[in-house]
């Protein structure tokens, strides 16, 4: 009996070593693979004109309204406007304010759009690459070494639907990603 209890536990640490020896892990720093990208180098180009062209416009409008409430400033001190005069330029210039800080917020919006246009196809060509390799190498896994990300996972590893139903909950199809 104990020859049979002692084949079963060799037995199945056998099995678990197989199991465990089918799970291909690797990895690879993903932000070295896109800086070294001859096309990233290009996207970087293109956001850092971007971005100088809407920078020297606020720059502008900066300037030009820096000198109007200067000027402003100056008559108001010496008494040369009337104080409805004095009023109206007031409001001007919170007005141009304003748009200034409205320019800025947009100015950021269309950097964010830029940046998502540009990179959005080189992270996809890399990530389809990284499942290609992994799908030819045969790896179950992939990560990221600087940030720890999974990269690649194979689906048949996904315990996502076991786990639903488990809990009774209705299964999902693959690509739902819920």
């Keep these: 009996m104990k020859n049979a209890v002692k084949a079963i536990i060799i037995l199945l640490v056998a ?6 020896a089918q799970q291909k892990i690797g990895y690879l720093n993903a932000q070295a ?3 070294d990208m001859p096309e990233m180098k290009a996207a970087d180009s293109q956001l850092e004109a971007f971005a100088k062209a809407l920078t020297n416009k606020d720059s502008l409008m900066v300037v030009a309204f820096q000198a109007k409430a200067q000027a402003f400033q100056e008559k108001n001190q ?9 009023d109206k330029q007031k409001k001007a210039l919170e007005d141009e304010q304003a748009k200034i800080q409205e320019y800025e917020q947009q100015m950021q919006q269309q950097m964010a759009t830029k940046r998502k246009d540009l990179y959005q196809p080189l992270l996809d060509k890399v990530n389809k690459a990284i499942a290609d390799v992994a799908k030819e190498q045969g790896f179950t896994y992939v990560v990221d070494v600087t940030s720890g990300s999974l ?10 639907n076991a786990v639903r139903q488990k809990l009774g909950l209705p299964a999902v199809s693959a690509s739902s990603g819920k």
């Design 151 to 160: 990269l690649y996972a194979d689906e048949k590893n996904d315990l996502q």
């Design 78 to 86: 010496k008494g040369e406007m009337a104080p409805i005069e004095a």
């Design 33 to 35: 693979v896109l800086a």
């Design 15 to 20: 099995f678990t070593a197989t199991a465990n």
